[in-house]
């Protein structure tokens, strides 16, 4: 079983940064690929950028290339967002999201975090 818990999100003015964490926790579980996704009200979950554990090959979503980096901590078993230069349309609740092999069983899971908050004013 795998937690994902994120923090980091809030308040910040057009042309702002964050930096979003999200910590791991868990055992008998093979990570694939860790990342943040978001959810914008009355829109889809859209993928941010994803990170292949094994690896380290990133891929970002249209709207972060350019203005968000992904990067991890292994020994804080942490992973990070870091958002730059934000607009108003960044404003959505940030997921944290890793998918993988669970042992023993090696059924493909995928688990989310609870989200956090990023709201962005003018």
């Known amino acids: 079983h795998v937690q994902l818990v994120e923090s980091g999100g809030g308040w910040v003015q057009v042309g702002g940064s964050l930096r979003l964490s999200c910590a791991v926790s868990?055992?008998?579980?093979?990570?694939?690929?860790i990342g943040w996704y978001r959810q914008g009200a009355g829109y889809q979950r859209d993928l941010i950028a994803r990170?292949?554990?094994?690896?380290?090959?990133?891929q970002y979503g249209e709207s972060a290339k350019g203005r968000f980096a992904i990067s991890r901590d292994s020994a804080k078993r942490t992973v990070y967002l870091q958002m730059n230069n934000l607009r108003l349309e960044d404003t959505a609740v940030y997921y944290c999201s890793a998918d993988g092999i669970e042992q023993p069983s090696l059924r493909q899971q995928t688990y989310w975090g609870q989200g956090t908050q990023v709201t962005v004013s003018s």
């Open positions: 990170m292949d554990t094994n690896d380290g090959r990133i």
């Open positions: 868990g055992s008998s579980f093979s990570f694939q690929r």
